[in-house]
């Protein structure tokens, strides 16, 4: 977040539900981005092993990342709380076992400010498998679920939605 305490530009919306093995590495991923100008919502939906006690014990001193508790409503009920709790210009989803480049947030803040009339942005992904291959996958980024999203979405803000899956 701006040191003088204004508004992000971006505000990570992470919703949490029993990822204690892997929340960690979400998060160092957000916090060694390239770009300092972000927020980060963890949503604790309902979690009943040690994910939300991780989280505090790894970035208590976090400024930026704050945790909100809710009763377990799906990930969608999750993400929509998280956005009502963002303060960010805009907001960014990512999945609490997802991680991303440390060049991300700073390629979607240039984005936003060389095309400032748009406002929904996407990006492609890379899948890691469990031998550690990685192919990126750029094809679809536009079709299926991603469209449902647009489509339906109240855009009240601006919305940035960038995969990377693992």
């Known amino acids: 977040m701006k040191e003088n305490g204004n508004t992000p530009l971006i505000s990570v919306v992470i919703p949490l539900y ?16 390239n770009f300092a100008d972000y927020e980060v ?18 970035f208590s001193n976090q400024v930026n990342i704050r945790i909100i508790n809710k009763s377990n409503g799906g990930v969608s009920s999750a993400r929509n709380r998280g956005i009502q709790e963002a303060k960010g210009e805009y907001i960014a989803f990512l999945d ?3 991680e991303w480049l440390p ?11 060389k095309y400032p009339s748009i406002q929904v942005f996407a990006s492609g992904y890379s899948y890691r498998n469990l031998n550690g291959l990685t192919s990126i996958r750029l094809k679809g980024i536009f ?19 960038g995969l990377l899956l693992l």
Request: no cysteine; glycine share 2%; proline share 1%.
């Open 18 to 33: 029993n990822k204690e093995k892997v929340v960690l590495k979400t998060l160092y991923s957000v916090v060694k981005q």
């Open 96 to 98: 609490a076992d997802d």
């Open 103 to 113: 060049e991300y947030l700073s390629t979607m803040a240039d984005l936003i400010f």
């Open 143 to 161: 079709t299926g679920i991603f469209w449902i999203i647009i489509l339906l979405w109240p855009l009240s803000r601006h919305l940035l939605y």
């Open 41 to 58: 919502v963890v949503v604790n939906d309902g979690s009943t092993d040690r994910s939300v006690e991780i989280v505090n014990e790894s």
